[in-house]
Every structure is written in structure tokens, then in C-alpha cells.
């Protein structure tokens, strides 16, 4: 599997629910982030986790992540038509000083009013 | 603020032309960075400029890729000789400070299709 990569690739869910989204990755990192893509625009940042962090909220959303398990989790609660879009989580590794992020395939959302 | 800006936002060439991808970034933003997304596949990274200096240029395919960022305010990225496998989505990002926990701004990237 990719680093840095999500499942489900596609979520569908009615306006109100909750969506979840999974990450994986497969080394060591330094953190992770969430961004968000809506169709023709570019990625806009959600939310940063450190590898120090388990849990993190800013507003409806709320990211997990283990470490032990090289897994990050993000949930969007009560959910918005707005919220549809493409989400990506993407990784920095630790070591090597290198900032550049490392990205997984995206989970498209779909939020049915 | 402005944020990052990426001329032109489409670009369709025929294989073996060469094409300039230009990015703007945050004015003050001394990090710039450079990823592409081929169709079907994850966002890679390309390189990292810090002002006008290559930090890190391990994503670059090869050598029909070159990247500037004279002066340190905005860059261009070259394609010469497009391919058809350099057809893709072109992302410019920049942010304030270097390091592992500083957030990189998107631009809304160029879409480039090589015939």
C-alpha cells in the first residue's frame, strides 16, 4: 500500500451524519495533516497532528491518531452539503529534514441533502 | 493576503513541445514547494525551494523538469520535452517558515494535458 493512504476512496452519506475517513502510512513521521480539495480548487488545510499528539479538534472535526498502529482516523461530525469534497491526508517523514508532504490517494466525500 | 496563485490554470500542448508552469506564492512566504498528481494516482512531491535555493529536489522524474525561483519570489517550472505521461495536475504550495509543523498553502494548481 501507498504511505499516506485512505479508505474508504469514496464515502456517500446523508447531510447530518457523521463521515469517517482512515489513513495508513508506513514510516516514521514527524506529523500528519488533513487537507481538503474541492472539485477545480486547491488543497486547503484542515488540521495538523504531531506524532506526539493522539487526538486533536478544531471545530466539527476531530483527527486521531496511532502511532502503533501508523494509522490516523478523520471524523466530520454532523455534516454539511458544503462538506463535499476530496480529503487528503498527508504525511511528513521524520529525520532527513526534508518538508516536503507525502500524500495518499484521497477519500472522495459525497454529503446527499 | 492573497494567496498562492498558478498561471495558467489549464495547458494543453502536443508531446515534444515544452510548456512554463508559473506559481506566485504567498508574498513573505520564503518556502516554496512543487507536487504534481497524475491522473489516477497520489499528489508527489517535486522539490522545495527556501528563497531562491533548491532545499530538496528528490521528487524531480528527471532531467526534463527544471525549476526556478530567481529572486526568491515567484518560481517556473519547464517542461521540455513534454511527454505524455507529464500530463497531470501541477500544485504550487508555500508557507511562512521552514520545519515539520509549518502549513503549506495550495495554490489551485495547473492542469496540464500532453497530446
Known amino acids: 500500500s501507498q504511505q499516506g493512504e485512505e479508505d474508504p476512496q469514496a464515502l456517500s452519506i446523508q447531510e447530518g451524519e457523521n463521515a469517517t475517513m482512515n489513513c495508513s502510512y508506513k514510516?516514521?513521521?514527524?506529523?500528519l495533516q488533513w487537507y481538503r480539495q474541492n472539485s477545480g480548487r486547491g488543497l486547503v488545510h484542515l488540521i495538523l497532528i504531531r506524532s506526539n499528539e493522539r487526538e486533536k479538534h478544531s471545530g466539527r472535526l476531530r483527527v486521531t491518531l496511532d502511532t502503533s498502529k501508523k494509522s490516523s482516523s478523520l471524523l466530520i461530525t454532523a455534516s454539511r452539503a458544503a462538506d463535499t469534497a476530496s480529503y487528503f491526508c498527508a504525511t511528513v517523514d521524520s529525520g532527513g529534514g526534508a518538508d516536503g508532504l507525502t500524500f495518499g490517494k484521497g477519500t472522495h466525500l459525497i454529503i446527499q441533502p | 493576503e492573497a494567496g498562492v496563485t498558478q498561471f495558467p490554470s489549464h495547458s494543453v500542448i502536443e508531446k515534444g513541445q515544452t510548456v512554463t508552469l508559473r506559481c506566485d506564492p504567498i508574498?513573505?512566504?520564503?518556502?516554496l514547494y512543487w507536487y504534481r498528481r497524475v491522473m489516477g494516482k497520489e499528489i508527489k512531491f517535486l522539490l522545495h525551494f527556501v528563497k531562491e535555493s533548491k532545499q530538496d529536489e528528490s521528487g524531480m522524474p528527471n532531467n526534463r523538469f527544471l525549476a526556478e525561483r530567481t529572486g526568491g519570489t515567484y518560481s517556473t517550472l519547464k517542461v521540455q520535452p513534454a511527454e505524455l505521461e507529464d500530463s497531470g495536475v501541477y500544485f504550487c504550495a508555500s508557507s511562512h517558515l521552514a520545519g515539520v509543523y509549518n502549513e503549506q498553502f495550495f495554490g489551485p494548481g495547473t492542469r496540464l494535458t500532453v497530446l
Open positions: 508574498s513573505g512566504h520564503d518556502n
Open positions: 514510516t516514521s513521521i514527524n506529523n
